[in-house]
C-alpha cells in the first residue's frame, strides 16, 4: 500500500474495509439507555420539588403576613403583601430548580450536531 499510486481497486477495497471497521466499531459503542437523560421517577420528584417550593413561598407568606397584622393589630394589608413576597420569593427558587435541570440534562447550546 505504501509502495505506489493506487487505482480505482484498491481505493474501493480499502473503502470497504473501512466501511466494515465503521460498522464493527458502531455495533461495540455504548448506547443511550433511554431517550431522555433522566428517569420518569427523577423527573416527578423534581416536579413535586418545585411545587413544594412554590407552596412553602406562599405559606411562609401568609404566616409572616398573618402574624405582623396580629402583632400589630393592623388590616390584612400586610397579610397580602407578604403573600406575594412568598410567591415571589417562590417563583425564584422554582426558577432556581429549573435552571438546575437544564444542567443536569447535559444539553450545551452548541453541542447540536446533525450529519
Known amino acids: 500500500m505504501a509502495g505506489g ?3 480505482d481497486a484498491d481505493r474501493a477495497a480499502d473503502d470497504a474495509r473501512l466501511r466494515a471497521l465503521e460498522a464493527r466499531l458502531a455495533e461495540k459503542a455504548p448506547k443511550p ?11 416527578a420528584n423534581l416536579a413535586w ?3 413544594i417550593e412554590l407552596v412553602a413561598g406562599l405559606g411562609l407568606g401568609f404566616a409572616i403576613g398573618y402574624g405582623l397584622d396580629y402583632l400589630l393589630g393592623t388590616t390584612p394589608i400586610l397579610m397580602v403583601l407578604f403573600i406575594f413576597l412568598g410567591l ?3 417563583i425564584k427558587t422554582l426558577m432556581r430548580t ?5 444542567r443536569k440534562s447535559g444539553d ?8
Open 98 to 102: 429549573a435552571s438546575e435541570l437544564d
Open 33 to 43: 439507555k433511554g431517550p431522555n437523560p433522566m428517569g420518569k421517577y427523577e423527573q
Open 5 to 7: 499510486p493506487q487505482d
Open 88 to 90: 415571589a420569593a417562590g
Open 108 to 115: 450545551t447550546p452548541g453541542s447540536d450536531e446533525r450529519d
Open 49 to 51: 420539588r418545585m411545587v
